[in-house]
């Protein structure tokens, strides 16, 4: 299935993606980065309103996962970005930085690569009609929580906040209002022991790759999906100050070395080079 993919194509995003992208970068005809901060006309300006609604503790923990945590892996010779990865793998695939993804001359750039599949993940633009409209069979979001509860931003903080006993991640189709399409597939898991906001979302981006390799391998189909019961729909932005002080309340924090270094160990893993398959069993002797 000819794939466009369209990320954030960040740290987080690689660790989701890494695998799906080993396993089936034949698929992918072009990767679109966007760069800009949602409803911002800068990223510095987004950084500044995130403090303000949100505190320091969780803008330090973006600019951790985005900036900080990437940076000091990669002086260790890691890759920490879905376009670094692909270079890492040694893949031509073409990736283009773009601001706005619905910008009229990048929708053009995309549907010129003719895909079949366009696939979302952790794009920071909403996707408006004429880009939905251009794959020739479907617009595929892959979203970090069990939908229609916890659309929008950050449902890892969310769901922690809230101390949901569940979490998970939804396969999606892309329809106008934002994490509302048809869902392909749902991954759940338990929350019991999880103590941080990074843990939590650990495990999520565990499941993304599995969840995406599933449906390019013909198992899940976008033609058997579910439409959401939207009566069901809860939507979330950044958290309050006050959110943030809640969830440092219930016991919750942000992260902890054990986070760090599961993520470390995870990018090495995918770092390494591809296994060769194991060799074939013999037929038996002939004579």
Aim: aromatic share 8%; with cysteine.
């Amino acid at each position: 299935m000819r794939t466009v993919l369209i990320t954030n194509g960040n740290l987080l995003s690689l660790l989701a993606l890494g695998e799906f992208l080993r396993r089936h970068h034949h698929c992918i005809a072009g990767v679109f980065v966007t760069t800009r901060l949602p409803s911002q006309r800068s990223n510095v300006a987004g950084v500044l309103s995130m403090w303000r609604r949100s505190g320091w503790r969780y803008t330090h923990f973006k600019l951790l996962t985005n900036l900080l945590l990437p940076r000091r892996l990669g002086r260790r010779g890691l890759p920490t970005t879905v376009a670094a990865y692909l270079r890492h793998l040694g893949l031509a695939v073409p990736v283009m930085q773009v601001p706005d993804i619905n910008e009229p001359e990048v929708v053009d750039r995309v549907r010129a690569l003719a895909p079949e599949i366009l696939l979302s993940f952790s794009a920071t633009s909403r996707f408006q009609d004429a880009l939905i409209e251009v794959p020739s069979r479907a617009a595929l979001n892959a979203h970090y929580a069990l939908l229609p509860a916890y659309a929008g931003l950050s449902p890892y903080f969310w769901y922690l906040r809230n101390q949901e006993p569940e979490c998970g991640v939804t396969l999606h189709r892309i329809t106008a209002r934002l994490d509302a399409g048809p869902i392909i597939e749902q991954q759940r898991f338990s929350t019991a022991g999880l103590r941080t906001v990074l843990a939590l979302l650990r495990e999520q981006t565990a499941r993304i790759s599995p969840m995406l390799g599933r449906y390019y391998a013909g198992d899940t189909s976008e033609r058997g999906a579910v439409p959401q019961d939207l009566s069901r729909r809860s939507y979330f932005r950044h958290p309050t100050r006050a959110d943030v002080a809640a969830l440092h309340q219930a016991g919750y924090c942000f992260y902890d070395g054990k986070d760090l270094a599961d993520i470390e160990a995870r990018l090495r893993g995918l770092a390494e080079p591809p296994r060769p398959a194991p060799p074939q069993a013999a037929e038996g002797r002939r004579g």
